[in-house]
């Protein structure tokens, strides 16, 4: 069974620039979140969706945003990028929503760098 | 509201010794609670959980971790470290009784087993 893809796995940009980064999860699973990862901050939350429905959001502002596909892929985009959004972005998957029980699967990531 | 902690950035152990990566958490209600390890340039990937049942929780690659109400800890064990689990490990909680279906990570503790 193969595990969450995530794309591009590296990522240059320059300050006021968009970005959009890819994840498809594991077949079956219909829940996708999307974490920043910093070494100061650790791991933040950013949104889940489930179903093509944004279920929870995390406190980042509006320049971030996502959506979800029939099919279960997930998109993130950030606009106006600033140098603080350098960071590795994570996504998970799991069976159920945000508030099961079940584990969620990480990809390995997208490593975004702000010039 | 809820919380979890990982007290310390880093745990050396040497090789064959046992380890243990402490956890305490904060939740409202029953918590879900998570470990996960990560390898650099890779994503999470989950070793165990505890929903409800038997304090003593098994995992893969030979971990496992206790959960103990009354201290509010999951600390994670293993009795015998190998160099390979030289990595990054996180827990994390969710309220099992609704709140907040957001997951909360810890900070993370790097996991440095000596030959």
């Known amino acids: 069974k193969a595990g969450v893809t995530q794309t591009p796995r590296y990522l240059i940009k320059t300050r006021g620039q968009q970005v959009t980064l890819s994840c498809s999860p594991i077949?079956?699973?219909?829940?996708v979140s999307w974490y920043q990862q910093t070494p100061g901050q650790g791991l933040q939350f950013l949104f889940e969706y489930f179903s093509e429905t944004q279920r929870n959001k995390g406190n980042f502002p509006g320049r971030f945003s996502g959506r979800q596909f029939s099919n279960s892929r997930s998109e993130m985009n950030v606009s106006t990028l600033e140098l603080g959004d350098s960071a590795l972005y994570l996504c998970?998957?799991?069976?159920?929503?945000?508030?099961?029980?079940?584990?969620?699967?990480f990809g390995d990531g997208t490593r975004l760098s702000i010039l | 509201a809820q919380s979890v902690a990982q007290p310390e950035d880093q745990v050396n152990v040497a090789e064959g010794n046992p380890l243990t990566v402490k956890c305490t958490y904060s939740v409202s209600g029953n918590p879900y609670l998570f470990w996960y390890v990560q390898y650099p340039n890779r994503g999470l990937q989950f070793l165990l959980k505890?929903?409800?049942?038997?304090?003593l929780v098994k995992g893969s690659y030979g971990f496992e971790a206790e959960f103990n109400k009354s201290q509010t800890s999951f600390h994670l064990k293993k009795p015998s470290a190998l160099v390979s689990d030289s990595a990054l490990y996180f827990c994390?909680?969710?309220?099992?009784?609704?709140?907040?279906?957001?997951?909360?990570f810890g900070r993370g503790t790097s996991l440095i087993v000596h030959p």
């Open positions: 505890y929903i409800t049942g038997d304090n």
């Open positions: 077949s079956g699973h219909r829940s």
């Open positions: 994390a909680v969710r309220d099992g009784l609704g709140g907040s279906y957001i997951p909360t």
């Open positions: 998970a998957s799991s069976l159920g929503t945000g508030g099961g029980n079940q584990p969620q699967h």
